[in-house]
Nanobody
Framework: QVQLVESGGGLVQAGGSLRLSCAASVRTLSTYARGWFRQAPGKEREFVAAIIWSGGMTYYTDSVKGRFTISRDNAKNTVYLQMNSLEPEDTAVYYC?????????????????WGQGTQVTVAS
């Protein structure tokens, strides 16, 4: 059974930083695309970033470009989301996901496995 386990959320002041982690329970996910999505209260889940495990190509939504960085650790089968210059608008539950390597990476429907979510709250 595939499990994705997120950690690293919390409360931070605007302008601060957090790093989210997402560990996968099975090695076969190394062939997948790994993504981060977020969902704020009353809003739909939205794409944040994705990384293609093989080759390391990365993709970001426009609102986080230059502030967030997605990366991976092959040995630990873990993907990270480094979030800098956080804004109150970044407040949401953040979910990691694993999906088909061919994309489309921004689409919720591309992803087969999801973590339980971790809360990120940015205070103004």
């Amino acid at each position: 059974q595939v499990q994705l386990v997120e950690s690293g959320g919390g409360l931070v002041q605007a302008g601060g930083s957090l790093r989210l982690s997402c560990a996968a329970s099975v090695r076969t996910l190394s062939t997948y695309a790994r993504g981060w999505f977020r969902q704020a209260p009353g809003k739909e889940r939205e794409f944040v970033a994705a990384i293609i495990w093989s080759g390391g190509m990365t993709y970001y939504t426009d609102s986080v470009k230059g502030r967030f960085t997605i990366s991976r650790d092959n040995a630990k089968n873990t993907v990270y989301l480094q979030m800098n210059s956080l804004e109150p608008e970044d407040t949401a539950v953040y979910y990691c996901a694993a999906g088909r390597p061919g994309g489309p990476y921004h689409s919720y429907s591309n992803y087969d496995y999801w973590g339980q979510g971790t809360q990120v709250t940015v205070a103004s």
